[in-house]
Antibody, heavy 120, light 106 residues
Framework: EVQLVESGGGLVQPGGSLRLACAAS????????MSWVRQAPGKGLEWVSV????????YYADSVKGRFTISRDNSKNTMYVQMNSLRAEDTAIYYC?????????????WGQGTLVTVSS | DIQLTQSPSFLSASVGDRVTITCRAS??????LGWYQQKPGKAPKLLIY???TLQSGVPSRFSGSGSGTEFTLTISSLQPEDFATYYC?????????FGGGTKVEI
């Protein structure tokens, strides 16, 4: 069974940094593009970033470009996002998801999410 | 950037009702659209991909249609477990975007 587990969330002050991780199991990790999606409290879904299976291609939402860096370690079946210069508006549940090319690139498997709170 | 406009944003319905949710894209996205269901406190779940293909394990009362700029998600007979928020997502080009969501309530 494919499973994604996020970790690394917590409380951080504005301007601070945090690194989230997404560990995958039950899947040939390097075959999958992976993505981060976030959801602010009581709000809708917002796509954040995506990384190709090899890690050679990355894309970001304008709202995080220049502050967030997505990466992956295929030897550890883990994806990361380094979040710097955090702002109050980055407060959200962060989900990781697989981007399944068999599904037209839709996000077929999701983790349970990890909460990031940016507050002083 | 491609904007997705979902309507309605809120929908009140009863068990057994036929429900239709619309998603309009600001420019053509062929059939690169997915639909997700999200229940409170849970991660989203993929229902439909490529605009009209039902994900494995999803009940057949869910269906999707459309291409280009206009898409619909239909629930043929609403069941108690279908009360949730539904999102469309375009997968045609970056940045990938979600619609604003449709909350389906009793």
């Amino acid at each position: 069974e494919v499973q994604l587990v996020e970790s690394g969330g917590g409380l951080v002050q504005p301007g601070g940094s945090l690194r989230l991780a997404c560990a995958a199991s039950g899947v040939t990790f390097s075959n999958y593009a992976m993505s981060w999606v976030r959801q602010a409290p009581g709000k809708g879904l917002e796509w954040v970033s995506v990384i190709s299976g090899s890690g050679g291609s990355t894309y970001y939402a304008d709202s995080v470009k220049g502050r967030f860096t997505i990466s992956r370690d295929n030897s550890k079946n883990t994806m990361y996002v380094q979040m710097n210069s955090l702002r109050a508006e980055d407060t959200a549940i962060y989900y990781c998801a697989t981007r399944g090319w068999s599904y037209g690139g839709a996000f077929d498997i999701w983790g349970q999410g990890t909460l990031v709170t940016v507050s002083s | 950037d491609i904007q997705l406009t979902q309507s309605p944003s809120f929908l009140s319905a009863s068990v057994g009702d036929r429900v239709t949710i619309t998603c309009r894209a600001s420019q053509g996205i062929s059939s690169y659209l997915g639909w997700y269901q999200q229940k409170p406190g849970k991660a989203p779940k993929l229902l439909i991909y490529l605009a009209s293909t039902l994900q494995s394990g999803v009940p057949s009362r869910f269906s999707g249609s459309g291409s280009g700029t206009e898409f619909t998600l239909t629930i043929s007979s609403l069941q108690p477990e279908d009360f949730a928020t539904y999102y469309c997502q375009q997968l045609n080009s970056y940045p990938l975007t979600f619609g604003g969501g449709t909350k389906v309530e009793i």
